[in-house]
């Protein structure tokens, strides 16, 4: 069984920052790409960021040069950078893996974390 964790949500104010982390966790032989959507009331969920293993990353164009997305292999783990935060940005922040291996040979299969809430106001 594989599990997604999300943590470093919270309450900030417009301009501020703050960084998620989403940690994998099970029998895991390896996980394709690992990335960021998000959730606001009334609103489609969103990719947000996206890193694969071998750190090619995605961005929605209303993130790009605010929010960074970065993994470690090792710790099968996602980070979000987020800075300069609008009101804009206030969703529930999902985390996801895509191609989750368990085995070399086995099938590959998505996971997501249960989310964290992220809230931008003054």
């Known amino acids: 069984q594989v599990r997604l964790v999300e943590s470093g949500g919270g309450l900030v104010q417009p301009g501020g920052s703050l960084r998620l982390s989403c940690a994998a966790s099970?029998?895991?032989?390896?996980?394709?790409?690992m990335a960021w959507y998000r959730q606001a009331p009334g609103i489609e969920r969103e990719l947000v960021a996206r890193?694969?293993?071998?750190?090619?990353?995605t961005y929605a164009d209303s993130v790009k040069g605010r929010f960074t997305v970065s993994r470690d292999n090792a710790r099968n783990t996602v980070y979000l950078q987020m800075n300069s935060l609008k009101p804009e940005d206030t969703a529930v922040y999902y985390c996801?893996?895509?191609?989750?291996?368990?085995?070399?040979?086995?099938?590959?299969?998505?996971?997501w974390g249960q989310g964290t809430q992220v809230t931008v106001s003054s």
């Open positions: 890193i694969t293993d071998g750190d090619i990353t």
């Open positions: 996801n893996a895509d191609g989750v291996r368990t085995t070399r040979w086995g099938g590959r299969y998505r996971y």
């Open positions: 099970g029998s895991i032989f390896s996980i394709d790409a």
